[in-house]
């Protein structure tokens, strides 16, 4: 069994694992850069190790400093969180080497996802549908032109190791191809030093739905349903929702088998998430995330499973305790991300919190690491919490987050509460009438009426 585990991670993640060791008796090993020596992550482990200086590939990206402080407080796992090396498969197997347990899946399974062109192969294999595309990496310009014509326009243009929505560009007509080839093989060349590029047929109007799964090694898998994420701003999910308002039970459950029985074809294990896009009816594989998702509480508050504590449990080598058959979907959950940035320009906010109040109540969950006269710093990821709700249905579900929104108080800081306040009253928004453009389209449609 896993007695003490080192969350390689920061901020409401590293909270939140910490929370499913502690109920499951398990110790907790903190590690944190000088920046963060205050954070509430710190302060709520049993131990703590500082790693390095604030600059994240310094510390929370340091491999050495993280075994190191896994070694010195004698951590027999590692949970990675999400970001930071949570998907990097040499990381996951020098884990492995030094004798720790990593809490995800095996080095192969994140290295196969990782490399997005080789996922899509896989998973076509195993009888998952994936947007129409090229059949591997595009080299040249003519092969772009090639298959833009094949595919038809529009075309997206995406990065093989692509995340973040970098190195991801759309191509409407052969004038643009050239140049969107171009700026996409950039982009990914300086985000991840991999300029190999694919394309796909560009969906005009598509929702983001994803399914998550649970897998054992005794090869049980089962899947919890799906999230909604359509609502983005740059490829960047801002609000999530559980059920999908454009899914009905038949779908939900097909899907849902499909992508189990693939998932236990690929002899998967661990907590995973495919990504799809989902346009009149029928589902395209984007990616498999191999790790646990910002957003998997809304998961959580629909079937009451812990995911974290299923992760712990399957890396110690239990079998899953639930069958699909012990699966109900019960309500309907929306969670919000809540960043530090100016809510309608988006422009970063860190700083002093002065005043700090989270909201509560029957179905209101507030995942965070922020405190009154705490700092956010500037050298992270902006989201400072996630508010998430829970109703028995999604009108229930929405005025409870009406409330909530209102009685969350987080001063000193500029956030992004107040555009989650007005998207929650926003027809089309109540009515689950939205796509993945469709966030854009509202902010740019306020912004040519001359803005707020
Ligand atoms: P990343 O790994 O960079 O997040 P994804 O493949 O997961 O990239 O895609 C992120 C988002 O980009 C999707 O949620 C969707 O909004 C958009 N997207 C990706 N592929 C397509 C496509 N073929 N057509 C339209 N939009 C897409």
């Known amino acids: 069994m896993i007695e003490k585990v080192l969350i390689a991670n920061r901020g409401e993640i590293a909270l939140r694992i910490m929370r499913a060791c502690r109920e499951m008796g398990i110790k907790s090993v903190a590690v ?42 004698g951590a027999d ?15 996951a197997e020098m884990v492995g080497e030094h004798g720790i347990t990593f809490i995800g899946p095996t080095p192969a399974h994140i290295r196969l996802m990782g490399d997005k062109i080789a996922a899509k192969q896989a998973v076509l294999e195993v009888g998952i549908p994936c947007v129409p595309g ?12 090639r298959w833009a014509k094949e595919i038809g326009y529009p075309v997206l243009i995406k990065a093989a190791a692509g995340g973040g929505g970098r190195g991801m560009k759309v191509a409407r007509s052969e004038e643009e191809i050239h140049e969107a080839f171009d ?19 560009y969906l005009d109007r598509p929702r983001h739905i994803e399914i998550q ?52 074809k690929l002899g998967y294990c661990s907590a995973g998430t495919v990504e799809f896009l989902y346009e009149d009816g029928e589902f395209f594989f984007i990616e ?25 449990r399957i890396a110690a080598g239990a079998p899953l305790d639930v069958k699909q058959s012990d699966i109900r979907f019960n309500g309907h959950s929306i969670e919000c991300r809540i960043n530090a940035e100016d809510p309608f320009t988006f422009a970063p906010c860190p700083g002093m919190v002065k005043e700090y109040h989270a909201p509560g109540g029957l179905g209101v969950r507030v995942d965070s690491g922020l405190y009154s006269g705490y700092k956010v710093p500037p050298h992270y990821d902006s989201m400072i919490a996630k508010l998430i709700v829970h109703g ?27 555009l989650h306040q ?21 902010l740019k449609k306020i912004e040519d009426e001359g803005g707020r």
């Open 213 to 264: 799964v649970l897998a054992d090694n005794e090869g049980n898998v089962i899947h919890l349903g799906e999230r909604d994420c359509s609502l983005q701003r740059r490829h960047q999910k801002v609000l999530e929702e559980s059920p999908s308002p454009a899914l009905n039970a038949e779908e939900r459950e097909k899907i849902g088998e499909t992508v189990s029985n693939a998932v236990c």
């Open 288 to 312: 498999m995330n191999t790790r646990l998702q910002v957003e998997h509480p809304v998961t959580e508050a629909v079937t009451g499973v812990d995911l974290v504590r299923e992760m712990i």
């Open 77 to 91: 796992a590692i949970h990675p969180g999400y970001g930071f090396l949570s998907e990097n498969a040499d990381f």
């Open 134 to 145: 090229s059949d591997g990496e595009v080299h040249t310009f003519e092969d772009a032109e």
């Open 183 to 201: 700026t996409a093989r950039t982009e990914a060349e300086a985000s991840f030093g991999n300029g190999a590029v694919y394309m796909e047929r």
């Open 32 to 73: 944190h850069s000088t920046a963060d020596a205050n954070a509430m992550h710190v302060r709520l482990a049993d131990e703590s190790v500082c790693i390095g200086p604030p600059a994240a590939r310094d510390s929370y990206l340091s491999t050495s400093a993280i075994l190191s402080a896994a070694s010195i407080t």
């Open 422 to 442: 007005e998207l929650i009253m926003n027809s089309e928004f109540i009515n689950g009438a939205y796509d993945i453009h469709w966030l854009e389209e509202y």
């Open 392 to 418: 028995r249905t999604r009108e229930e579900c929405l005025m409870r987050l009406r409330g909530s929104l209102t009685e969350f108080v987080i001063d000193g800081i500029k956030t992004t509460v107040p």
